[in-house]
């Protein structure tokens, strides 16, 4: 099964929750269920190439620590925590459903943090 | 496009809304491939710090004279110094930035290069600048300590002075005397209490839900700025508060009851009394929050990209509580900016053409802010309280504790300090013993000893304007009448 290698970065605090690391590089499949969600993934055959929200459950299963609900809320990142694709907003990109490509650099920066 | 049957056509569903209009390109120069989605507006981030720094100079500049500007823009020349209220937060962090890119080190990249108002002046426009932060981890059990971590943030800035606070000052009686008049007389109440950090305890431990706990700590960090703020000659303080915060503010102060205080949210002009602390050139400070138009996200996407190191303010819930309004306000405002992120601009829009009904009464002894005149009237009028019939009088409060002090209070204070949850709350503070009366901040301490002052006097009156007593006749007070007056005031020896 063929992997993509993706540069992942936390800011705004979220790093607490992933070892307090603020820069990880993983490696995730190219291609994977057609549900991201692993609990669905069993359920369907077909597959699709690996997206935000896959890269978000990978991430809550392999790297978070702790407190899952401070990341993950309803199938998507929790409100308040902002994803940026490339240095660009993600609601540009298509927010979950945009195709991860190797060598992107994916950032969730938190902003539930006030001011 | 017509909506195909998604049962029998599975390719057929309705594709996803998009979250921003027209096309991916920049609306602003029309070119570049945009990076950021702002209410539906798509910028690039060429295009971006400068739209951000305008409207930072735009909810910051036209107050910053004594005059507020007019259509004609003139120089900026402030009566005093600016002092900024840092809380670690994203806004803070971002203001600092701003604030210190724009006047005190000029960044070019911000400000014009062609020249005009714009260029970098020889002149700073503020000649000093004060950095001032409150601590509050002996305030919320369990906190960390932060304020060495803020004062290596800061000292790495040059140009701006660090000033930290903890939030105990409130109860401090030297902090009071530090920036008090020396001529004004003070009275400490309340004997049994030993330090600063009890007094702050015992005041918080009091307090009947995890919503007036949350409302308690953000009046003493914000009184606390004013005051210090004065004191360092500023006659500005801005704080950090985005859109996001301020919309947050807002409807969490609107559904305890602040109505009457919607515009101090946003903006205040704001003096102490008594006249006496008003002996330099600044009479007042201009309380700003020149983030005001930006939202929580831009403060966001700013700080990543100028690489800005936030150091963040820890989220806390008393453990065995419900959420308190606050949170739950934040949580409500938050999920409204991911799917309708125009609603949060117009809660704030809207918030800022209300004009409140009612008569001012004077000033709130706790919050400093207006107080709208009958409030302990209504209250009476729409619940019962006690049985007995309420005692008029218009003899001062013998005791400055927080009972005592009501028809002195705002309805906001009132009904923090008086609200009833629907089950009791676990013990905050557990070294504090709640029997005696809770004493109250030094600033309320101050103005019951002013009352009493002119009280005692007999012949004087209270000006209903300033608070300030009125005097008619003078006569000489026997040691005695004196002590007698004062004697719950005084400290043991």
């Known amino acids: ?115 | 496009m017509s909506c195909e049957n998604p049962t029998t056509d599975t390719d057929a569903l309705m594709p996803r809304r998009k979250k921003y209009d027209k096309s991916r390109t920049c609306v602003k120069c029309k070119e570049n491939v945009g990076n950021i989605v702002v209410r539906h507006a798509v910028y690039c981030r060429a295009c971006f710090v400068p739209l951000m720094t305008f409207r930072f100079r735009r909810s910051l500049e036209p107050f910053v004279n004594a005059k507020p500007d007019g259509p004609r823009r003139t120089a900026l020349k402030p009566l005093g110094h600016l002092t900024i209220g840092f809380s670690g937060g994203l806004g803070s962090s971002v203001l600092l930035n701003l604030i210190h890119r724009c006047y005190v080190s000029p960044d070019p990249a911000l400000l014009n290069q062609d020249g005009g108002k714009d260029h970098p002046s020889k002149d700073p426009v503020w000649r000093k600048v004060f950095v001032c932060y409150v601590e509050t981890c002996d305030a919320i059990p369990g906190t960390k300590d932060r304020t060495e971590e803020i004062r290596n943030l800061v000292q790495g800035l040059n140009g701006v002075e660090f000033i930290p606070l903890r939030i105990q000052d409130a109860f401090d009686i030297s902090w009071w005397r530090k920036i008090s008049p020396k001529n004004l007389p003070f009275i400490p109440t309340d004997a049994s209490v030993q330090s600063p950090s009890s007094a702050l305890q015992a005041y918080l431990g009091s307090l009947p839900t995890s919503t007036a706990l949350a409302t308690t700590v953000g009046m003493l960090t914000r009184v606390l700025l004013q005051y210090t703020a004065f004191q360092t000659g500023s006659s500005h303080l801005v704080l950090g508060t985005s859109l996001t915060s301020l919309a947050v503010s807002l409807i969490s102060s609107i559904s305890q009851g602040g109505g009457f205080h919607v515009k101090e949210e946003a903006q205040e002009e704001w003096f102490p009394y008594p006249v006496a602390f008003a002996q330099g050139q600044v009479k007042s400070v201009r309380i700003i929050r020149p983030l005001r138009d930006v939202s929580t996200k831009e403060c966001a996407v700013w700080a990543w990209w100028a690489r800005l190191d936030v150091i963040g303010r820890e989220q806390w819930e008393w453990p065995g509580t419900k959420p308190g309004l606050g949170r739950l306000t934040k949580d409500f405002i938050r999920g409204l900016e991911k799917d309708y992120p125009s609603t949060v601009s117009a809660i704030v829009r809207t918030c800022a053409k209300l004009a409140p009904k009612g008569e001012t009464s004077g000033r709130c002894m706790l919050c400093e802010r207006p107080a709208q005149a009958g409030v302990q009237e209504w209250k009476a009028r729409i619940a019962i309280r006690s049985w007995k019939e309420p005692a008029h009088s218009n003899t001062p409060p013998s005791v400055a504790s927080a009972d005592a002090l009501a028809p002195y209070l705002c309805y906001v204070c009132h009904t923090t300090l008086t609200s009833r949850g629907t089950r009791a709350l676990p013990s905050l503070f557990a070294s504090i013993s709640t029997g005696h009366t809770p004493a109250v901040p030094t600033w309320t301490s101050s103005r019951v000893t002013q009352l009493h002052s002119a009280a005692a006097a007999q012949d004087s009156f209270l000006d209903v304007e300033t608070d300030e007593p009125v005097v008619v006749s003078r006569r000489k007070m026997g040691q005695e009448e004196l002590r007698q007056a004062l004697n719950g005031f005084i400290l043991e020896d």
Request: charged content about 30%.
């Open chain 1, 1 to 115: 099964m063929s992997s993509i290698n993706v540069k992942i970065e936390f800011g705004g605090g979220l790093e607490l929750l992933f070892s307090n690391q603020r820069s990880h590089r993983v490696s995730i499949p190219a291609k994977v269920p057609l549900s991201s969600k692993p609990e669905d993934a069993e359920k369907s055959p077909e597959d699709k190439p690996a997206d935000i929200t896959y890269l978000m459950y990978w991430l809550r299963d392999n790297l978070l620590k702790e407190r899952e609900e401070l990341f993950i809320e309803n199938g998507s990142v929790r409100p308040g925590i902002l994803v940026l694709v490339n240095d660009t907003d993600w609601e540009l990109e298509g927010e979950g459903e945009y195709a991860i490509q190797e060598g992107d650099e994916i950032v969730f920066i938190s902003t539930l943090h006030g001011g």
